[in-house]
């Protein structure tokens, strides 16, 4: 993922928003749950939590990549 997504993820986390807001700003060529899941725990989320919100709110089905 480029340097500019990752800031721009860091800097949402430090302002609060919520988890399903960062997921929603990465770019659909990095939309990929093994990836996003690698992005965010890097910025300090549970897997738990990413796998939750990626199935839930975003409709990917975790169970073949988690």
Known sequence: MPENIRKQLKDFKEDGKPLKYLINYIPDD?????????????????VEEIVKCLEHDFGLDMTRQY
């Open 30 to 46: 990095y939309f990929d749950g093994q990836r996003i899941i690698a992005e965010l725990t890097e910025l300090g989320y549970d």
